[in-house]
């Protein structure tokens, strides 16, 4: 490849406006270049890159202005696609040569709120369709550095905390400050009237799910369980608890149906758009539950939690991990 070509939305933060070359003048070059400093950093010396970019080897392209241009032998790299409009990220597949290649990246979930819509679910939707294109789910188990999988935590937090409360949630989150006035709770989410749309009648699904801050879930149910029983008492619901962690196999577990579920999930990660569910074979009836009301409704209660849905999909199990497994439940 003679070329690689970078295409990447300058975004105000403020107004959630993807800003042109034609607005921004020398600065939206300066914005993209600054980015290629901070991503590369330690990985090549910023000489080597300045270099490709003076002899035209990198490139930086504004995709709004790419109509008549073709791209032969280069690599074209789109980045951070949920910003950009989806019309311009159509136009530069349209803009594809001979020999070159075409990659996106894009923030499904985490980035969603920042921009004008998401393009990146709807290219992903898109590519998923065809045949050449090779699709690559990112969840936050592939996330490196500790500060960006802080920063994901915060935003999840954040997320939770600015969740518009019904009264009953208003009602339950006024008891726990009575009783357990000094857990820290993130938020609070009730969930009868799901119960009742997908017929769910399991005395293991609770009304509703407190969410408390990592650290404080023992605050919120006390020593002997006596903090929560108050609350239950107080309000007449059905409660449980949560932490809140980067690990989503304790929220699933709380709200499904099935007590034992637990057992046969693999693992619990974000694919896409969605928090994805690996079942092993054996349990991944009981996971769906009978016409789907068991993995719908779950979806139904962590999209009115953190406004994201939740597939499952059944995996295999080693055999190795298999007899350990019964090992261990016998």
Request: hydrophobic share 40%; aromatic share 6%.
């Amino acid at each position: 490849y003679s070329r690689f070509i970078i295409a990447r939305p300058v975004v105000d933060v403020v107004t959630g406006k993807e800003l042109t070359s034609a607005e921004a003048g020398s600065l939206y070059y300066d914005l993209a270049v600054s980015y290629l400093k901070d991503i590369l950093s330690g990985f090549v010396d910023w000489s080597i890159v300045r270099e490709e970019i003076e002899k035209g080897r990198i490139v930086i392209a504004d995709s709004h202005y790419l109509r008549g241009r073709t791209f032969d032998n280069s690599i074209i790299f789109l980045d951070d696609s949920q910003c950009v409009n989806l019309e311009s990220a159509v136009e530069i597949m349209v803009r594809i040569g001979n020999n070159s290649r075409l990659i996106i990246a894009g923030d499904p979930v985490f980035q969603k709120g920042k921009c004008r819509g998401n393009t990146a679910v709807l290219l992903r939707e898109i590519l998923l369709g065809e045949s050449t294109a090779k699709v690559i789910d990112l969840g936050l188990k592939d996330v490196v550095r500790p500060g960006a999988k802080r920063g994901l935590k915060l935003l999840l937090e954040t997320w939770m905390r600015s969740r518009e409360l019904s009264e009953s949630e208003k009602q339950i989150l006024d008891s726990i400050k009575v009783h357990s006035p000094d857990a820290d709770v993130v938020t609070v989410v009730e969930f009868i009237a799901e119960k009742k749309n997908f017929n769910i009648q399991s005395d293991n699904v609770p009304d509703a799910l407190i969410v408390a801050k990592e650290g404080y879930l023992g605050r919120v149910i006390g020593k002997g369980g006596e903090r929560i029983e108050a609350i239950e008492a107080d309000t007449s619901l059905k409660l449980r608890a949560v932490e809140l962690t980067l690990d989503f196999k304790p929220l699933i577990r709380s709200v499904h149906p099935v007590s034992w579920i637990y057992k046969f999930i693999q693992d619990v990660d974000f694919a896409g758009p969605d928090l994805v569910v690996k079942v092993e074979k054996e349990g991944y009836g009981a996971f769906i539950g009978q016409k789907g009301n068991h993995v719908k409704f779950v979806d139904a209660v962590i999209k009115k939690l953190m406004n994201v849905g939740v597939k499952a999909i059944e995996v295999q199990v080693e055999k190795t991990k298999e007899k350990k497994r019964k090992a261990r439940e016998s």
